[in-house]
């Protein structure tokens, strides 16, 4: 099995990118991706690792973007030149907005009365991709939140009284960025858009038409039926089914790496050899390799 969503230090998983390799190793998994938000600074550590433990390594990157819609979008780049000096212009940008907002979100919790400095919170990012777990790590350090979760449903989610929206790049900019890279892109957790099938299924072709690749069909916080429909929108419209856990180490509990949320994530090896491969490489995979395919005798979520 493999993993094809995880998170280390670099941005904000707890694990260090060679200790991550080291687990995914000890788990029997034979690759992983490591898709930090907004940064490769963890993938040439990941790789060195990856080559020891006998893990193959996949670079990758995990990109907010701003879109017309309800819920969040996250685009997944895969096998891309992770030095490509456009791409790293671009990471540097985001990055730089992250902390902005990271200092902004500060200081509305220093306005609610909530004590919580800078420095700490940039101490505890390590100095590359600042999230909001960081501050709310900070936050369960000075007892204003008993976990991490309680930081978000009091002060940090959309809507609550120290939330501050991130500027991100745009889906179809997101798309191909990753594309001129030589990656492949993928939407993230398909669910967190918060669209209805037929509106996701128009959105996801409006995707596929600026370049993508792929969808997370995969994923910790997927319903079983949710994977059903996102595997047999995926085969419908062309696209690669891919998943991953979505690991953060500490910052996530109760996901473990490669089976995700009460092993509710099973990611087949094939699945990497199809993003390798071209898109009808995907059925001929999954037939030749009793993998996943959509049933036919259901009817698809895309009319
Ligand atoms: P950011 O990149 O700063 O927007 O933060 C996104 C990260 O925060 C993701 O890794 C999410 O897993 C995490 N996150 C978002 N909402 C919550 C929540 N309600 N509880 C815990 N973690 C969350
Ligand atoms: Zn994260
Ligand atoms: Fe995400
Ligand atoms: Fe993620």
Redesign the pocket.
Known sequence: MIDLHT?STAS?GTLSPEALVDLAAEKGLTAIALTD?DTVAGVAAALGRGALRRVQVIPGVEL?VDWNGPGQMHILGYNLRYQDAQLQERLTWLRKQ?RERAGKIVTKLNTLGVGVSFERVEKIAGGHSI???HV?RALLETGSVAT??EA??LYL?PGKPAYVH?QELGDEEAIQLVKACGGAAVLAHPTTLKLDAEALCRSVERLKSYGLRGLEVFWSGHSPEQVDDYQRLAYRLGLLPTGGSDF?GDN?PGIELGTGRNNNVQVPDWFLSAIAQSCPAMSAHAAQNGGVIPNPSRESICH
């Open positions: 998170h904000d938000h907010g992250r999230g909001r777990p709310a991490l979760s978000f449903a989610a991130k953060h996530k």
